[in-house]
């Protein structure tokens, strides 16, 4: 598995903190379009997959 750094961005964290706000909301933007993202998560487990797409309502990939 290759070494992705999406687990720990710090972008990634404020979102979680405060989804609302305009840097949570950029980093979700941004996760539709990034091929660092997508690298990430093509690389988790059907599992790990899928509590992505509940946590984040992400329905791509």
């Avoid at 710090?10 to 660092?36: E, Y």
């Avoid at 509590?51 to 329905?59: A, E, G, M, V």
């Amino acid at each position: 598995m290759a070494n992705h750094k999406c687990a720990e961005c710090p972008l990634r964290a404020k979102h979680d903190a405060k989804p609302k706000s305009l840097v949570g909301r950029v980093w979700r933007w941004h996760i539709n379009f990034c091929p660092g993202w997508k690298a990430y998560f093509v690389s988790l487990t059907p599992e790990e997959q899928q509590n992505i797409r509940d946590r984040y309502n992400f329905t791509k990939y």
